[in-house]
């Protein structure tokens, strides 16, 4: 099938090691931050979410830091595996108060090397 | 676990024909999101609706249309096809509560020739 980010940055990472993946959102007024993965041919899966009241929260194997005062995102995946391989995604939600309207971030496509 | 369940997988079309694509949501999740995705391209937010009432719309074309049924499922209506039209939909459905995540389907991939 059609990849998935052909032309998106692309971040290569030995197995085993950290990845950093970063994001720039654009609205200061967001209040909630999702990660997300997509594998060729797949939806969007999610992974980690954060509310703006909070700079970090944690998951398994994975960690989202959040820096409102320059407008920034990052994922962090320990001990990276094969199986992270795919294209990563932020996701704000913009929505007015009462509404959601959640808008993706530009991807980023983690190569996973062994 | 139910997902979000979207037909049909695949789609080819002739320009200017129409297209209609189905999603069913997740049991109990209220609102149903569409999102384009062109190759290379971040999902792009066309519309949602919750409790079968547009509540957002974002860059979706006039010649597109969407609703809610009372099961809750939706349609993505598509008519006068064009070429760009070309794309990956996805639909995405939550339960509209205070920061939910969307939870999406595996898309329809529309191809129009």
């Known amino acids: 099938g059609e990849s998935v980010g052909l032309h998106l940055p692309t971040l290569s990472v030995q197995e085993g090691d950290n990845s950093i993946i970063n994001c720039a959102y654009s609205?200061?007024?967001?209040?909630?931050f999702i990660w997300y993965k997509q594998e060729s041919g797949k939806g969007p899966q999610f992974i980690i979410d954060i509310r703006s009241n909070m700079d970090k929260r944690q998951g398994q194997r994975v960690t989202v830091l959040l820096n409102k005062t320059v407008k920034h995102l990052s994922l962090q995946i320990a001990a990276t595996q094969p199986g992270d391989s795919a294209v990563y995604f932020c996701?704000?939600?913009?929505?007015?108060?009462?509404?959601?309207?959640?808008?993706f971030g530009t991807g980023t496509r983690l190569k996973v090397l062994a | 676990a139910a997902g979000v369940i979207q037909s049909p997988r695949h789609l080819i079309k002739e320009k200017r024909e129409t297209a209609t694509l189905k999603c069913y949501p997740i049991p109990r999740h209220d609102t149903v999101y569409w999102y384009q995705q062109g190759p290379g391209q971040d999902p792009q937010f066309l519309i949602s609706?919750?409790?079968?009432?547009?509540?957002d719309k974002g860059s979706i074309p006039d010649r597109f249309s969407a609703q809610q049924f009372s099961d809750y499922h939706s349609e993505l209506n598509m008519s006068s096809l064009e070429l760009g039209d070309s794309a990956l939909y996805f639909c995405?459905?939550?339960?509209?509560?205070?920061?939910?995540?969307?939870?999406f389907g595996n898309g329809t991939r529309l191809t129009v020739t």
């Open positions: 995405a459905s939550s339960v509209q509560e205070y920061n939910s995540p969307l939870h």
């Open positions: 996701a704000e939600n913009i929505g007015a108060s009462g509404t959601y309207k959640y808008i």
């Open positions: 609706f919750y409790e079968k009432m547009q509540s």
């Open positions: 609205n200061s007024a967001s209040d909630y």
